[in-house]
């Protein structure tokens, strides 16, 4: 425990280093994301570095965890999860000698030399810049001290290593300002934090040597040079990555880990599915967003996604193991829904239907909500704690064999017709699909009812729906929104109101493009001056400390 | 493909789809379980059921000589899993003046004499269109004279047991073994009206695939099989469907290759199917025939030791028994049975089906 104590302590001190300029200071702080964790270390060490262990949870704000990132610490449990990966991680890179680019003169000794040539590569690829001079010899320090008392080279490298990898420095993305040249009396993001920054906006990841070598030398300082960066990683495949991690924040799916199903009233809801379900979407979204630069708005009409032959189970669709060996993971195979098949677009899919209804039963109120939240940024109050809901959860009743039966029953109370006159309508339409992702026409031997009014657009079913989310002006504002959020890593319509009008304009200029979106964000003022965040986790970590 | 509920249509098309004119649709399944066809009713085996094998056993460690109390021994070792006491239990026969193994070679034991159905009720078909004595009355259609020796022969064995829809404990462990890596089986039922047409026809098949399994570890629903292809597992019979029920009488043979645990190969000749096809998209049904009994005989012997152990068979008992209720194609040298009637019970759910030669039109992709 006094390990984790020192950590916190670390974590404290951390935007009080002397790693930079004394006129710079820290203006952001945002612990990274498993997913980034996770990128980081195979970007750095390879693939095929096993990760075990959980993470500590992220924290959901204005419905995105990018910008709770920013309001979180690490708790002393946490820590000491980090530290069990990061012992983890280090002990499998150091045993693939190929991983370390010197040998040392004795591997029974310590060596100065090698040390660090290893921890100056590493530290600078983890830390996402050069170490000071002090930091390295701290680091080299540790594994000489760890070599001799173990009398062997390599592991005194692997116990420096696993501090690395447990350090707010790595663990936490620092953005730290300086004088702007350009504007004086005015703040900009440092070369290497901007690079950071820009690096996992789009990539997701920690920056590669070229965008570090452009900021070691200066280029990303200019608009000529840092543009060329920007558009290099937007042409770039990893450009991918990028969207994945925003969509996945987006759509909530790591609500996916808490998700369950009654496996009796939903068979085919098995282990794998919920595995799938968010991949299916993220890989629909990738392929029309990045790989065929569409327009964003077509997520909500595609017929086109990805499939394993267990999703297709679930959507009664025909998709054979072709060139599978038995006992093999089943392969990822681009589907496209027949014209007369009643799906389409993302809301009908499994990772919209099953993650928002319930174990045993579909909601309309949950899907609209969330429809309304996600897709359209629009807030919808929760439910009074008073609420009688018997009626909606009987799906037994046969006075109200369908969930519009019973939602018409529930509603005829005034305090909650309000509200379910916002969220009901839209999840109603989708209610061909079951809670877990299952096709029916029927419920209880009645017929479904899914057509609606949205905002005064008429729809008759889901994927009527889908093309009035396609057609709103609140689906194209709120994903600017949330985008440009992301990047900067708070809520843009609290204080960029001005900047999101222009963004918007200019996404549909460019045809509701996300890579353009990126790209004009990526070279606002906006994304690369200093803006002063909330250093909460610096805070937190203080209080703790105390 | 055969989902077939429309080619090309995937469900839930064929759902939203009007009603359309009577033509030929077939409808696919994959097998989600199979058994031996038995029917127990209290009271069924005279005497009681089979003892269980710890008792067995010692009656046959003493028809070879054994002491009671060292046949007791060996068995408390045998249980306590000693090879040397397996070995001794396995090489109970006897040939000249050399023990052998009493699974491969069961008539060099001397016949446990097992005991077997009385009963009044058993499933399946009247095979030979006569009502002999040893006929059962069908408890679903009420048909008399129904030929099933097999499960006369085997229904006295406890962990074989079973009145639908319950299952035996046996199959149970068998089939649970055997769908992770048994290339699946495979149905489709083809017809104009489902409910009631009198020129229907139904096929077996096997896939290139084994069966996947849903969340409650049973047979997953709605996967897609390729089909094998192979001709030695295809077998079109003609039959008709009278409310909901497909039946066929035929003079064709029904084969199957399947897995050594349960039925490495199935041959029923003069081939008998009733599968009630239900509103839930499932089947549940009979197929039975006369059936080289030593089919049925052979994935028993192959489980040796460890297989009498757990399931309480004894081995060379189960080949007495079918030797003797064997009941149908005389040997022409002999004249001993060389079949038995059986009657197998299936359930399946739907599955698409396509052939496995078609290239695929979806392309798989890693990432």
Redesign the interface.
């Known amino acids: 425990m006094r390990f984790a104590v020192s950590l916190i302590s670390a974590i404290a001190a951390f935007t009080a280093t002397t790693s930079v300029a004394a006129d710079a200071q820290t203006t952001g702080l945002r612990r990274i994301s498993p997913e980034q964790y996770r990128q980081i270390v195979t970007d750095v060490f390879g693939a095929d570095i096993k990760i075990g262990g959980r993470f500590e949870p992220d924290r959901r704000d204005s419905g995105l965890l990018a910008l709770g990132s920013a309001k979180i610490s690490v708790t002393q449990t946490g820590l000491e999860q980090y530290d069990g990966m990061a012992r983890n991680v280090a002990a499998q890179v150091i045993e693939r000698r190929e991983l370390i680019p010197c040998k040392p003169a004795a591997t029974t000794a310590a060596d100065d030399a090698c040390a660090t040539q290893f921890l100056g590569h590493v530290g600078k690829l983890l830390y996402r810049r050069p170490l000071t001079d002090s930091e390295l010899k701290a680091q080299v320090g540790a594994a000489n001290a760890g070599a001799k008392n173990l009398k062997n080279f390599y592991d005194g490298l692997e116990l420096s290593l696993g501090a690395m990898l447990t350090s707010p420095q790595f663990l936490f993305r620092r953005e730290v300002s300086e004088p702007d040249p350009v504007r004086p009396g005015q703040y900009r993001l440092d070369a290497m934090s901007l690079a950071s920054k820009l690096s996992f906006l789009l990539w997701n990841s920690g920056p590669d040597a070229i965008l570090m070598a452009a900021a070691e030398s200066g280029e990303l300082g200019t608009s000529k040079g840092y543009a060329k960066q920007v558009d290099r990683m937007i042409a770039s495949p990893r450009l991918e990555e990028g969207a994945r991690a925003f969509f996945s924040d987006m759509f909530a799916f790591d609500d996916f880990e808490k998700l369950a199903?009654d496996?009796?009233i939903?068979?085919?809801?098995?282990?794998e599915?919920n595995k799938d379900a968010a991949e299916e979407t993220l890989?629909t979204v990738a392929d029309l967003l990045v790989t065929r630069r569409g327009d964003y708005r077509d997520i909500f009409t595609t017929k086109k996604t990805?499939l394993t032959?267990?999703l297709?189970?679930?959507?009664?669709?025909?998709?054979?193991?072709?060139?599978?060996a038995?006992?093999e993971p089943d392969?990822?195979?681009?589907?496209e829904?027949?014209k007369?098949?009643?799906?389409a677009g993302i809301l009908m899919q499994i990772s919209f239907v099953a993650l928002h209804s319930h174990a045993g039963r579909s909601s309309p109120t949950i899907r609209g909500k969330a429809l309304r939240e996600i897709m359209l940024c629009q807030r919808v109050p929760d439910p009074p704690g008073n609420v009688n809901f018997t009626v909606v959860q009987d799906t037994t009743n046969p006075n109200f064999k369908t969930a519009r039966e019973r939602l018409n029953a529930h509603a005829t109370e005034a305090m909650c017709t309000g509200c379910h006159k916002i969220t009901d309508p839209m999840g109603l339409a989708l209610e061909?699909l079951d809670g877990g992702g299952g096709?029916?026409?029927h419920e209880n031997g009645a017929p479904l009812d899914t057509s609606g009014v949205m905002d005064g657009v008429k729809f008759t079913n889901g994927a009527e729906l889908g093309r009035v989310v396609h057609d709103s002006a609140a689906a194209t504002r709120c994903i600017v929104n949330r985008v440009a959020s992301y990047a900067i890593g708070q809520n843009a319509a609290n204080s960029n109101a001005t900047w999101l009008k222009t963004l918007e304009q200019d996404f549909i200029k460019d045809g509701h493009r996300i890579p353009d979106l990126l790209r004009h964000i990526a070279l606002s003022e906006e994304f690369t001056r200093a803006t002063l965040t909330q250093t909460a986790a610096a805070d937190t970590a203080q209080g703790s400390s105390k | 493909m055969t989902r077939q509920l429309c080619t090309g249509l995937t469900l839930a098309a064929a759902l939203m789809a009007s009603a359309a004119p009577a033509v030929a649709e077939t409808r696919g399944y994959v097998v989600s379980w199979f058994t031996h066809g038995m029917y127990n009713v209290e009271g069924d085996c005279p005497g009681g059921v089979n003892p269980p094998i710890e008792i067995q056993w010692v009656k046959d460690l003493m028809d070879i000589g054994k002491t009671k109390e060292e046949a007791q021994k060996i068995i408390d070792q045998a249980l306590s899993g000693n090879r040397d006491a397996h070995a001794i239990i396995m090489n109970r026969g006897r040939v000249g003046d050399k023990w052998v193994n009493a699974y491969n070679n069961p008539q060099t034991v001397k016949d446990p004499e097992m005991t077997w159905i009385h009963s009044k009720y058993g499933v399946g078909f009247n095979l030979d269109g006569k009502e002999g004595p040893n006929g059962f009355e069908e408890p679903e259609t009420g048909e008399k004279g129904i030929d099933n020796q097999m499960f006369r022969a085997l229904g006295c064995i406890n962990n074989l047991r079973a009145k639908p829809p319950l299952r035996s404990s046996d199959t149970e462990q068998w089939w649970y073994l055997i769908q992770d890596y048994q290339p699946a089986w495979l149905i489709s039922i083809t017809a104009g009206d489902f409910k009631n047409d009198n020129d229907a026809t139904i096929t077996f098949q096997r896939a290139l695939e084994h069966p996947s399994r849903d969340a409650n570890s049973q047979t997953r629903a709605n996967m897609t099989y390729r089909m094998d292809g192979d001709p030695r597992s295809h077998t079109e019979i003609k039959g008709k469907i009278k409310d909901g029920v497909f039946t066929a009488a035929s003079d064709q043979s029904l084969s199957m290759v399947g897995d050594l645990l349960v039925m490495h190969k199935l041959d029923l000749h003069q081939a008998n199917v009733r599968m009630k096809i239900l509103d839930d998209g499932s089947i549940d049904g009979y197929i039975g025939g006369y059936q080289p009994w030593v089919q049925v005989f052979y994935p028993i012997a192959a489980g040796g030791t460890n297989f009498e152990m757990n399931v309480n068979h004894d081995i060379p008992g189960i080949y007495y028994l079918l030797k003797k209720h064997a009941d149908a194609y005389p040997d022409p040298k002999t004249g001993e049975n060389t079949a038995i009637s059986a009657t197998w019970r299936i359930e399946g759910v739907p599955a698409f089906l396509v052939p496995a030669e078609r290239p695929g039109k979806q392309q798989a992709s890693g990432r």
Do not use: E, H, M, Q
């Not at chain 1, 297709?312 to 599978?324: E, I």
């Not at chain 1, 392969?331 to 589907?335: D, S």
């Open positions: 199903k496996a009796k939903y068979p085919l809801f098995s282990s599915v890989r990805y032959p267990i297709a189970s679930v959507y009664g669709v025909p998709l054979p193991r072709t060139g599978l038995n006992g392969a990822w195979v681009p589907y829904f027949p007369d098949d009643p799906r061909n096709f029916r026409t």
